[in-house]
């Protein structure tokens, strides 16, 4: 066992960290303050080969690996959130199932663009009356001939609004259950098919998330991703890896609010002398960083045994469990230890405490995750 | 075209740390970086390569951990990296490197060789002139900008303190770059991939070179240092506006008269 990086993963490391630091922080107050999805970012994102690390050359991915990927997500949400949800949705929610389940057409037609960055992907699971209780989907898929005929609608799809390429599960045969779900490719410009309300968010708020309506939308037949039936399995194995990504964002934000909160303390002066040197300061970072040291092996070996082909769904869950309730928890005691700074937004800290709390919430719960690792017990 | 830039690991200055009891450097821990100038060397080197599709190979004198600095530059585009790392190699001053790249150099095909105009951890601006000397080719130094002529020549902007000069060099020559000429890409991510899965850094040792021991290395470096000491804080200048000849003239003689000089 060997928990030094690589000299592979130390130039990566270098590269997005020069990448966070020029590119992505400079403008991360400004895009949570105007709501604004940062297409800029995206671009440049795409010229240096950061949204399709972890796919294959052949298939317009970097040719690296799951834990090259995370890293990416970590580093970018040190300094902003959205950005580093922006390229876990992109390549965990829809690049990595048309990579695992798709035909070698579909991964030519659509894989290739995504994972070259020239097209952006969302995934859409989530109705309004069926969240952790996925198999309540109402939006339906009604074979017609070459087509599938969908109609419905999805609420909360992260990416939504600048996305060209979709995931979509809808119910083939409500009979069936969750074995009547089915899993499909959706081009943004298929008639019918349109972006809703833009929800007005707590965090992540250059995030564009929405809604997705279709209308009586003509789906090719070719476009059913891996069997009619087979949509909530594979949803469940895209959040497995997607997981992973979140746990990743989780982790990367809790660590820029303690640099950003180090950074802090060495310079506020109370009774005389930098607020470092009390102990309660130092307490309380010394916790925080244990926590966060824990999170990123947590992490970190969730995407190991995903490049290594071993099972990972539990491993995911409890890096996305305990990751995301650090983050809470860590950028939380930044805000504290910024005292009334901490909560105004000339300082970070707020932002990444906002931003961190969706962490516990999507891609499943924490509730869903502790259901998940529970169920690998007993 | 081809094209070959020198390069020089370097610690990073600016994360550099002293040590408040006895004033010097404390190097541990302190990340190792491509000079920025040679960095800016390299950057016009992939200009070309885009624009003319040269080939850029990048080369080091150096420990084998300068490796790391050849690798960042193949994920930044170039095409080959070679490591000149040798025991015999250690100890050399600007003299003493500037000849050891040459016997590597002179086996070398080559259009242009870069290096950048100074390294931030010796300061000294003497091995890529050196270098031109040692391999009696034209070099330019302090280009901020440069683009190709017609035939085989460059055109290259030369700083000044006070302007530029435009000069027309023959190829094959050598330039050393500032870093003011440009900004340095990013590496690819794929490029890293490459950089340590399927590219092989070249290594060059001692037995490689046509030269004696007794030229290279410490043995090989006239330059011997006498004393090192911090630089004292000197204040900034003063700008005078707005004066004709007679009253400048008259003020800096006030000035020198103050401060005894004259």
Redesign the interface.
């Known amino acids: 066992m060997n928990f030094n990086f ?3 993963q ?3 490391k ?2 997005y960290k ?2 966070t630091e020029n590119e992505v922080e400079p403008i991360a107050g400004e895009i949570d303050e105007e709501e604004r999805f940062p297409v800029e970012t995206v671009e440049k994102m795409k010229n ?3 949204l399709g ?1 972890p796919f294959p ?1 052949k298939y317009g ?4 690996d799951n834990q ?1 990927y995370v890293m ?1 997500v970590e580093e970018l949400s040190k300094a902003c959130g959205t950005t580093g949800v922006i390229v876990s949705a992109h390549t965990s929610l829809c690049c990595a199932p048309i990579y695992e389940f798709g035909t070698e057409e579909q991964k030519q037609k659509y894989l290739v663009p995504l994972a070259k960055g020239e097209k952006l992907g969302a995934f859409g699971l989530t109705e309004a009356n069926a969240g952790t209780d996925a198999a309540g989907q109402q939006t339906k898929a009604v074979l017609d001939g070459d087509h599938y005929i969908l109609n419905g609608s999805k609420i909360f799809i992260t990416n939504a609004a600048n996305a060209d390429i979709f995931i979509v599960m809808a119910m083939t045969d409500k009979s069936k259950g969750t074995r009547g779900i089915s899993a499909f490719i959706v081009e943004k410009d298929y008639e019918g098919f349109s972006i809703g309300k833009k929800e007005l968010k707590m965090g992540i708020r250059g995030s564009a998330t929405c809604e997705l309506i279709f209308e009586d939308v003509k789906v090719p037949k070719e476009n059913l991703l891996g069997r009619e039936g087979k949509g909530f399995s594979i949803a469940m194995k895209t959040l497995d890896g997607g997981r992973i990504g979140i746990a990743a964002q989780a982790l990367g934000i809790a660590q820029g609010a303690i640099d950003e909160t180090v950074k802090y303390v060495k310079e506020r002066k109370q009774f005389g002398r930098s607020i470092a040197k009390f102990q309660n300061t130092q307490f309380q970072l010394a916790d925080m960083q244990t926590k966060v040291d824990a999170a990123r092996l947590l992490v970190y070996r969730a995407a190991f045994n995903k490049d290594n082909k071993l099972s990972y769904s539990n491993e995911a869950a409890m890096a996305k469990l305990f990751a995301s309730e650090v983050s809470m928890e860590v950028t939380t005691k930044a805000v504290q230890l910024h005292g009334g700074y901490g909560y105004t937004r000339e300082y970070p800290v707020e932002r990444m405490m906002r931003d961190a709390k969706i962490t516990e919430i999507y891609e499943g719960t924490s509730e869903v995750q502790k259901m998940v690792v529970s169920a690998h017990m007993l | 075209m081809k094209i070959i830039v020198c390069i020089k690991q370097v610690p990073d200055t600016t994360e550099v740390r002293l040590n408040p009891e006895t004033g010097t450097l404390i190097r541990e821990g302190v990340p190792s970086i491509i000079n920025p100038d040679d960095k800016c060397g390299l950057e016009a080197a992939l200009v070309l390569k885009d624009k003319y599709d040269a080939h850029v190979t990048v080369l080091t004198m150096g420990p084998t951990q300068a490796d ?1 600095a050849l ?2 530059a193949l ?1 930044m585009g170039a095409d080959e990296a070679i490591l000149m790392t040798d025991r015999a190699f250690a100890g050399a001053d600007t003299w003493a490197t500037s000849l050891t790249l040459a016997k590597a150099l002179e086996k070398m095909e080559y259009d242009l060789i870069i290096a950048g105009r100074q390294a931030i951890d010796g300061d000294t601006a003497q091995v890529g002139p050196e270098l031109a000397e040692h391999l009696k080719i034209p070099h330019v130094s302090y280009v901020e900008a440069l683009e190709k002529g017609d035939d085989s020549s460059l055109i290259l902007k030369r700083k000044f303190e006070d302007g530029y000069h435009k000069v027309k060099v023959k190829m094959p020559c050598l330039i050393t770059t500032l870093s003011e000429m440009n900004k340095p890409r ?12 399927e590219k092989e850094i070249k290594k060059l040792t001692f037995d490689d070179l046509d030269i004696n021991k007794e030229e290279i290395g410490l043995k090989g470096s006239p330059t011997k240092v006498k004393k090192s000491f911090t630089k004292g804080a000197k204040t900034a200048g003063k700008v005078y506006k707005d004066l004709d000849e007679k009253e400048a003239a008259k003020l800096i003689v006030e000035k020198l008269k103050e401060k005894f000089i004259i």
């Open positions: 690589t000299d592979e130390k130039l990566l270098k590269l020069e990448f240096n080969g950061m690390i050359k991915g970097q040719g690296g090259a990416l | 790391f690798k960042e994920a990013y590496m690819k991510v794929g490029l890293v991939f490459d950089a340590h899965r």
